[in-house]
């Protein structure tokens, strides 16, 4: 049976999209689309791809290759032995309320029962909602920092706030106690590079948006250089789970919960099939971790349990 063009030009291209978008990612305008393109994308070519080489009946295996290294890509292989952790910690971009009550997102966080919540865009529309949702969250202390809310059932030590430059948004950092040891938790929302620019020609804006981003992730990178014991960074760092920036946040606060103890591809952010929301540990090890249902808002809850 010949060789088919097609099946190994399919296959190289995701070989390239992925060694791009990992290790160049954003240190270019061009690869930075490569880093933050959903990995399902890489997938729909396979279907035609197959179909062309059976037609003509060329051989499949490049093809085949080619289709399994962007299922793993996308993620749809992950799989990790999990069992019950003794700490839980909640993420949740909540969109500001906008689509969600107090009750229904109190729900949700009393439902997954977390030691720690950290949530983000807690600025909420309207003005009652973070009253409201205190009162039926009993037993948890309250922290914000702009529109970062922690909430802790674990002793609180100390907390601190940084700003995040070139945007409106700043860091929390809470201290609490857990097995008699302090905790230093980090609750972030980085900014977003607006790739939607591009449509527009506007590769300026893309440039400022990388560079904002970049002055932002060197403040997580600062705080866990100062930090001592154990760490965790968790939030809505609106990157998906490659590139550079990726890496350098997995470097400085340890490994990715859901790369150690999650299953299937993760997404947080449904509407692209895309993980951007995470949650790193230093001196922690998750040992399970789920994307939760929704609970009103375009992100999905994720829930990590912890030893």
């Known amino acids: 049976m010949p060789r088919s063009r097609l099946a190994w030009a399919y296959l190289i291209g995701v070989v390239l999209i992925w060694a791009l978008g990992e290790w160049v ?3 270019t305008v061009y690869t930075l689309l490569l880093a933050y393109t959903p990995p399902l994308v890489w997938l729909l ?8 080489c059976l037609w003509r009946r060329r051989r499949l295996g490049p093809a085949l290759l080619g289709a399994l290294l962007a299922a793993w890509g996308a993620g749809l292989f992950h799989w990790n032995f999990q069992r019950g952790g003794d700490l839980r910690v909640l993420t949740y971009n909540v969109r500001s309320g906008t689509q969600t009550t107090p009750e229904r997102l109190a729900g949700a966080i009393n439902a997954a029962d977390a030691d720690l919540v ?14 409201q949702l205190v009162s039926l969250l009993p037993g948890y202390s309250v922290t914000r920092a702009a529109e970062v809310t922690t909430l802790s059932r674990l002793p609180l030590q100390d907390v601190q706030r940084y700003d995040l430059p070139l945007n409106r948004r700043e860091v929390l950092l809470t201290r609490v106690s857990w097995q008699g040891e302090p905790l230093n938790v980090v ?12 449509l ?10 990388r560079n904002a981003r970049a002055a932002q992730v060197q403040v997580l990178l600062d705080l866990a250089a100062r930090a001592q014991g154990p760490l965790l960074l968790g ?14 946040l997995r470097a400085a606060y340890g490994p990715d919960a859901h790369g150690r103890a999650g299953r299937g591809p993760g997404w947080t ?7 951007i929301d995470h949650q790193m540990s230093r001196e922690l090890r998750a040992v399970r971790t789920r994307v939760l249902p929704d609970a009103g808002s375009d992100h999905l809850p994720l829930l990590v349990e912890y030893r």
């Open 187 to 198: 609750n972030a929302h980085l900014g977003t590079v607006m790739l939607s620019s591009l």
């Open 118 to 131: 950290l949530l983000q865009e807690a600025n909420f529309a309207r003005p009652e909602f973070h009253a």
């Open 25 to 27: 990612g954003e240190r």
């Open 235 to 248: 939030g809505d760092l609106n990157t998906p789970p490659r590139g550079q920036v990726y890496r350098q």
């Open 45 to 52: 070519p396979a279907p035609l791809v197959l179909a062309w």
């Open 269 to 275: 952010f449904p509407s692209l099939k895309l993980r």
């Open 200 to 209: 527009s020609g506007d590769l300026e804006r893309v440039r400022h948006t």
